[in-house]
């Protein structure tokens, strides 16, 4: 980063609408509560969020994928299946 704070800015700005608005889809797997990604978090992105689904996997604590490695993979399993048949 440099130091370079308007480059900072500007990348995380470009990041920030890629993920928002791409048109790749992609799959937003969340606990509930969340602690990174809270309810706020998952309500903003499912308000701004395009070609985004968005799945509760259950209850984790801060690194979900140790947490909850089986919810998650049927989630994707089931993500991708329904890109399948939609593709």
Do not use: Y
Not at 23 to 39: A, F, K, N, Q, W
């Amino acid at each position: 980063m440099g130091g370079d704070r308007a480059d900072v800015d500007a990348a995380v700005r470009r990041n920030h609408d890629a993920l928002l608005r791409g048109r790749v889809p992609r799959l937003l797997p969340h606990r509930e509560p969340g602690s990174v990604v809270g309810t706020t978090e998952v309500n903003w992105c499912r308000r701004d969020g395009a070609s985004l689904e968005i799945v509760s996997v259950g209850a984790g604590t801060h690194f979900l994928p140790a947490d909850q490695p089986e919810a998650i993979s049927r989630a994707l399993a089931a993500w991708l299946m329904g890109r399948e048949k939609a593709g």
